[in-house]
């Protein structure tokens, strides 16, 4: 297929789960009625964003939140990326997790958070996901009708050789669920969707959630999908609302998988998934050098 209509669900994050799902719901009636193939929610869509929530949001994959989105997805007959959640597993533990579904609600991709942020500028913004949150450690790449997919969470997109390990393994599109901030995002949202499509030659689904000046953490909204040549194809403001856009997998160039950076990148990418036996300490890497560069 050459084309593949997404349509992107900006939304404010509720207090409760249940109001998030009838939110979402309304986004995808909206989505099937456009025609869509895919749905995209944003990061954290059911729980606001305090490192404190995680923990009491959390649930257990194949709980209410998952089989709620799986049912809708069979429901409206789209492939749904249902943004991220707080996901505990059977240790206890808490990720920040994305799942999709196809159009018969069945998963076809799970994605646990790699890179937490974890942030502490002096007399800037602190946060830190790691208070409550463990980390991930899987690239991860799914089948669908129109190819293979990428999918990450937010902080994953801002490292060059997760986006390049989802590119070699024959990802077309990578979905990104976000909620980047008012400091982050007028800084580097735009800016890191348009250069790491360009380099990975793949076209990049940002989608954020709206911002509510009530809660206390601003989201930059701004929901974005950029292309292969590193043009912006579609954003939004940071206002709740939804967009429908298509992409023309035309656009892709026929000679990116034989360009020397692509041909040699398997060898660059070895030593960062070794990293990932040990991701801990590449995370504390990853964070020191994050802060550096928004000081300077």
Known sequence: MDSLRIFQWQMTVPAQKETALKIAEEGMAKAAAEHADFFCLPEMFCCPYET?????????????????????????????????????????????????FDRSGKQIAKHRKIHLFDIQVEGGQSFRESDTLSAGDQVTVFDTEFGKMGLCVCYDFRFPELARLMALKGAKVIFVPAAFNQTTGPAHWELMFRSQSMFHQVFAVGTAPSLDPAASYHAWGHSIITSPWGDVISQMDEKTGGRLTQIDFTQVSPSANSCLCCATAEKMCTPWQKFLKNKKEYRDADSAFFEAMIVL
Not at 64 to 76: G, I, P
Not at 78 to 100: C, F, H, M
């Open 52 to 100: 404190p929530n995680f923990p009491l949001y959390a649930e257990e994959e194949g709980g209410f939140l998952w089989t709620s989105l799986s049912q809708l997805a069979a429901r409206y007959g789209l492939y749904v990326s249902a943004g991220s959640v707080p996901e505990k597993d059977e240790q206890g533990r808490i990720y920040n997790t994305a799942y999709v």
